[in-house]
């Protein structure tokens, strides 16, 4: 009766380790998440319980990417690091491309409005007018003027 007890005793042992591995397991994947995103891991945890309330099938995606990249993060921030050179690249091509025709505007692709600018000039003027006008003593003292006659 007593190896029985001594066996027994082994399994629940065996078992219990196996549960504070699992927990190990969540516990540094919350902690690493909560490190790399710079978030409290109440934060880590509580995201992903609501995940699973509201989309249990992406969460569930969410977190084995999540395990993943806290156990191979080379590989995952080397693929994110190529990933962001191509798209700085990329802005940096297309933003080129973009001085280089506003550069050019006798370019047949750019539309010329001269009715408009004249029109958008014109208003201009017009507003800095009565904006120097709005601001002048006479401006001012006519108010007045007009406030003690009301």
């Known amino acids: 009766m007593n190896k029985h007890h001594h066996r027994h005793h082994y399994h629940h042992n065996r078992n219990r380790s196996r549960k504070s591995c699992g927990d190990a397991g969540i516990s540094r ?48 921030e080397g693929q994110l690091e190529r990933f962001a050179d191509k798209a700085r690249e990329a802005y940096r091509t297309h933003m080129k491309s973009s001085r280089e025709e506003r550069s050019e505007p006798n370019d047949s692709s750019v539309p010329d409005f001269p009715d408009l600018r004249r029109r958008f000039e014109d208003l201009e003027a017009r507003a800095q007018a009565m904006e120097t006008c709005v601001a002048s003593d006479e401006f001012t003292l006519n108010r007045q003027f007009k406030n003690i006659q009301s």
């Open 29 to 76: 994947l919350v902690r690493e998440l909560s490190r790399r995103l710079g978030i409290h891991r109440h934060a880590v945890i509580a995201g992903f319980v609501l995940g699973f309330i509201f989309v249990p099938i992406l969460t569930a995606l969410v977190l084995l990417a999540a395990f993943y990249w806290v156990n191979h993060p080379e590989r995952i």
